[in-house]
């Protein structure tokens, strides 16, 4: 009994918000990862994760939360340890009040642990950390090839001579093997391929416009043909080598004018949505009235301006710039405004 409810503690308390971390880290193409492995590595690799998120989500509780303040007291705390540790059930534990308590907490962790899972997830994926350093590196090996993002592995960088081009799809030859009609070859482009779980080796690749390699014995030549079908399954066991191809374009160039108008335009609707009443219950002129009722229209004009913009981009590309500087110049008249007139 003592064995077992001290087993259960440990991985209620440090086992399972590591299982939790891994379990939401490893999501999209290297979901299967998750699953790799016998349980007693499952256990191992996630009590370590599960240390940090259960420092992080006691502090969190007890401070954000403010939850009982027996959570906070550590003779407390202890005091239930070592009734547990001597086989038996603090009577503690069967207080609605504290068991509430004790669910929320749990809750807590979890979330916590989604939380921190998601945000490593999204660093190590967006700042390619997973190519730059191999001990981040995911087990479906597969995915960087099939998808080119081997090209910015530090042995093949340089394949791509213009760093402005980006991998859009990749083109595959594929040499199968038929049994006794010998081998044809295929191309295509590669859509999905599927990963066994434990090894990680490629189970099988998924093609579409998909074409096969004909030899015309009459000319001696090569010729394509279409090979009908929206998706070719081919089994990695048929499959004797493949060729890829890696189709590129340039990358979309970010847009500061755009990007620098947007920011404006929500800080002026940030502004007038917590500051709009100041310009009519202040002591000011008459003058100042009408100046503060154009300002509030002006800003209105601009802020549909703007929204109008995010769902019509295409239709005022011609006129970025001259909205830019337009805006730019009613800022800058209505700052000076604000600050000569309310301040």
């Known amino acids: 009994m003592e064995i077992a409810l001290n087993s259960f503690v440990l991985f209620l308390l440090f ?3 590591g299982i939790v971390f891994r379990r939401f880290y ?9 699953n790799s492995g016998n349980w007693i590595n499952t256990i191992y690799i996630s009590l370590v994760p599960g240390l940090i998120i259960q420092i992080i989500s006691y502090f969190a509780f007890v401070n954000l939360i403010n939850a009982n303040l027996s959570f906070n007291n550590f003779e407390f ?3 239930i340890y070592k009734k547990i540790k001597k086989d038996s059930l603090p009577k503690e534990l069967f207080n609605f009040e504290l068991l509430s308590w004790i669910f929320l907490y749990l809750f ?27 001990t981040l590196r995911f087990n479906n090996y597969w995915h960087y090839y099939l998808s080119g993002e081997s090209l910015k592995f530090k042995d093949f960088k340089g394949l791509l001579p213009d760093k402005s081009l980006i991998v859009a799809l990749t083109e595959a030859d594929v040499l199968v093997d038929v049994g006794n009609d010998g081998t044809k070859l295929y191309k295509g482009l590669i859509r999905q391929h599927t990963i066994c779980k434990n090894s990680g080796d490629l189970k099988a690749i998924y093609l579409t416009d998909v074409r096969r390699y004909r030899k015309n014995f009459e000319n001696n030549s090569v010729e394509i043909k279409d090979v009908p079908g929206h998706i070719m399954i081919l089994p990695a066991e048929k499959i004797i080598n493949i060729n ?14 755009a990007l620098i108008l947007g920011i404006l335009n929500l800080i002026i609707l940030a502004f007038l949505m917590f500051n709009p009443s100041n310009i009519f219950l202040r002591n000011t002129t008459l003058f100042g009235d009408i100046i503060g009722r154009i300002w509030l229209f002006l800003e209105w004009l601009i802020i549909g301006t703007f929204f109008d913009t995010l ?18 110049f009613f800022v800058a008249i209505l700052l000076i405004i604000y600050f000569w007139f309310y301040r």
Not at 108 to 119: D, E, G, K, M
Not at 246 to 257: D, G
């Open 15 to 17: 086992i399972f918000p």
């Open 26 to 34: 490893y999501v999209g193409e290297f979901s299967k990862q998750f």
């Open 77 to 79: 705390i202890n005091s």
């Open 108 to 134: 807590t962790t979890v979330f916590i642990s989604f939380i921190i899972a998601q945000i490593c997830w999204k660093v190590v994926r967006t700042f390619n950390l997973d190519i730059q350093f191999s």
């Open 244 to 257: 890829l191809t890696y189709i590129t374009r340039h990358k979309k160039q970010t847009n500061y004018s």
């Open 311 to 328: 769902l019509n981009s295409k239709k005022h590309e011609n006129i970025k710039s001259l909205r830019y500087g337009l805006l730019s």
